[in-house]
């Protein structure tokens, strides 16, 4: 399962931004963060900023044939996403806050 | 009287009628100028407060302020938002740990800024504790206030950020989220959005140039360049020249830059270009004036979570009208500050 993501926020004022797979990760591993990632309040308005500075991750598939986002607050990221999400660092190219 | 203080910076008025006293001829004349100049600062704060509708704090009178409640927590590497173990409280020495002794000296230096700059005892003005958290995450690139009194720090991933800590700009930064939380509490989207981060960079910065002495011609007016990773180097923001700290920098440095619907971290150049006009037009230490004018606008009850870039930078004039006189040299460089950036008054 293919999810773009991109991270923005936080004190450095850049955003971060990757395609990341779930086929990446160990079998177990992916399995649930694919569960998780099903699971998710695709399409949902926009989560309010819960403070200054903090993480927010805007998440996109073309899963299903058609355009699914959300963006989630740091505080809101399931455990199983994040062995997915820890590949951000590794694999994401720098953009500006904005871009 | 040290060099950092030996022109007429606001201390607090004990100490400046202690100073006023003084047999040194320059230090009597220094004190008396600051005297004078806190005393107008009070008045135009008086008649803010009159002229509008304010709800008021409540009073502690437990606390005489002047000393900061520091405690540092170890997180060990945790996503927790509960304080880990203590490894430094209030009056202690150093500890092994190098993070923890670096957070304890930031939030004491952010502190003594705002105590003998502008008297306010703490983040909310009241003795509110300060309470750091080291090691937060892992390889956390990032520092943050969360709102309910904890500063968290990450150390960094070694590409955008290195160690938190070692960012005295970064903790004043923080830590005057804090500030602007407990006064005018500006919506963190938008324009308003904008002049939060803005403000946090402007007393950021002060936070640095006080702890090391600078004037606003010495100081280089970056934010992070002490925690910045390669990937970013030589610095997160210029207030100086906005767009130009990093290859990834997409500040604009006037209203012809402003991007609509851009990140609160783009469009506080704007105002941040804006403060560091004022300050280096009058020279000085910035805490001198700019600081102050600053200073009374987030206090200003005028100032709404809403807040636009024009009604900021209103009553910024306002208070240096207020403190310093309509036609006097502080209000004209509030007016060259946002023309050079091309908000309108």
Known sequence: MRIDVT?????????????????????AEASRAEAALRELPWDRPAAEPIAPDRFRYQLATYEGGHLRRVELTECEIPDPLRPLLDLLPEQGQIRPASG | MTAR????????????????????????????????????????RAETAASLLRIPKSVSFARIGGQPQ??????????????????????????????????????????????????????????????????????????????????????????????TTAGIDVIGHELTHGVTQNEANLTYSGQSGALNESVSDVFGIQVKQYALGQDAHSSDWLIGADIVGPAL?????????????????????????????????????????????????LGGHTWDAAGPIWYATLRDPALRPNATFRDFA????????????????????????????????
């Open chain 1, 7 to 27: 991270r923005r926020g936080g004190f450095a004022g850049v955003a971060l931004h990757a395609v990341l797979d779930t086929a990446t990760l160990a079998a």
């Open chain 2, 5 to 44: 203080c030996a022109r007429h910076c606001i201390l607090p008025p004990g100490l400046l009628r202690r100073l006023a006293r003084s047999a040194d001829e320059a230090v009597r004349d220094a004190a008396l100028r600051s005297l004078a100049l806190d005393g107008r600062f009070r008045l135009a």
């Open chain 2, 70 to 163: 520091r405690t540092i927590y170890d997180q060990r590497n945790s996503e927790s938002q509960s304080p880990g173990k203590v490894v430094r409280s209030e009056g202690q020495g150093p500890c092994p740990d190098q993070a923890a002794n670096q957070a304890y000296d930031g939030l004491g230096a952010t502190y003594a800024f705002y105590w003998t700059v502008f008297e306010r005892d703490s983040i909310d003005g009241a003795g509110e504790p300060m309470l750091g958290l080291v090691h937060y995450g892992r390889r956390y690139p990032n520092a943050f206030w969360d709102g309910t009194g904890h500063m968290f720090f990450g150390d960094g991933d070694g590409q955008i950020l290195t160690q």
């Open chain 2, 233 to 281: 180097r030589p610095a997160l923001r210029s207030m100086k020249q906005p767009g130009s700290a990093n290859r990834h920098d997409d500040q604009p440095a006037d209203m012809d830059g402003y991007v609509p619907g851009g990140d609160v971290h783009t469009n506080s150049g704007i105002p941040n270009r804006a403060f560091y006009v004022v300050a280096t037009t």
């Open chain 2, 314 to 345: 209103r009553l910024t004039l306002k208070h240096a009208q207020q403190a310093y006189g309509a036609d006097s040299a502080q209000a004209q460089a509030v007016t060259q500050g946002w023309e050079a950036v091309k908000v309108p008054l």
